[in-house]
DNA sequence: TATATATGAAACCTTTTGGTGTCACGTCAA
DNA sequence: TTGACGTGACACCAAAAGGTTTCATATATA
């Protein structure tokens, strides 16, 4: 069983990388731009973006000399999807489905 | 800002510990049988449950001489809620539709 | 053309991580 | 009480991770 989903939540684990999202939702950025915003150097960005990429997190186009990276939010589809199969055993959940199955006539939503 | 969501994308990081949660997604499990699920040592197999609870993931209750562990699938809340935020970025429409809206009255170029 | 800019990539270093083996300790049963 | 059982904790190890510096290369621009 090759685990698919590694490479994302590799991705994921580290708090770099995840801010680095956070600010490709608000737009899209060159390796520098991102790298103005950490007191790193760029080349340590650039090893983040890399692992990224490799979670399919993030997309990278040519513009002149100019890499920008770009969100790629779906990348995060196999792990939210995993993460679904766990919804059953929230104890919140479990009162919803119990209250949704006691009021099966009368929903409140 | 400490990150408190670390502990937590750190615990899920790992295949073993991916692995584990969904075993005792199953049934709570002592460490022994935990152990015998996997082809590495029961120290190393420790080792994982204790990167769990520090993540908030499973509980542990002693009974005799023995540790049960115990999913606690409620700890994820805070991975899901990270990840909710993204959301918005999923359908591709959606976010042209933003790039529409924040482009009406404040181009960006 | 000459030079500055933006990036890629490699070598290197330190810390963390995932694994091992060993031993001590509390608990259960004969 | 005496073992066997289930576990915790430690020392140790190799590999991976996160960072640095340095240099090469492609693209803009004066």
Same mark, same amino acid.
Request: hydrophobic share 40%; aromatic share 6%.
């Given at each position: 069983?090759?685990d ?8 994921l684990?580290?708090p770099t %990388?995840?801010?680095? /999202?956070?600010?490709? #939702?608000?737009?899209?950025? *060159?390796?520098?731009q991102v ?17 990224l990429k ?8 040519t513009?002149?000399?100019? %890499?920008?990276?770009t /969100?790629?939010?779906a #990348?995060?589809?196999?792990? *939210?999807?995993w993460?679904k199969f766990?919804?059953q055993?929230w104890d919140e959940?479990l009162a919803?489905?119990k209250?949704a199955?006691e009021?099966?006539?009368?929903p409140?939503?």
């Amino acid at each position: 069983m090759t685990d698919h989903l590694q490479p994302t939540f590799r991705a994921l684990a580290d708090p770099t %990388r995840r801010a680095i /999202l956070h600010m490709l #939702g608000e737009r899209d950025m *060159t390796i520098a731009q991102v790298s103005d915003q950490f007191d790193m150097t760029r080349a340590a960005v650039k090893k983040h973006l890399t692992v990224l990429k490799e979670g399919d997190l993030i997309a990278v186009r040519t513009k002149g000399r100019e %890499r920008i990276n770009t /969100l790629n939010a779906a #990348g995060m589809k196999p792990v *939210t999807d995993w993460l679904k199969f766990f919804d059953q055993f929230w104890d919140e959940k479990l009162a919803d489905l119990k209250d949704a199955i006691e009021n099966k006539d009368t929903p409140n939503a």
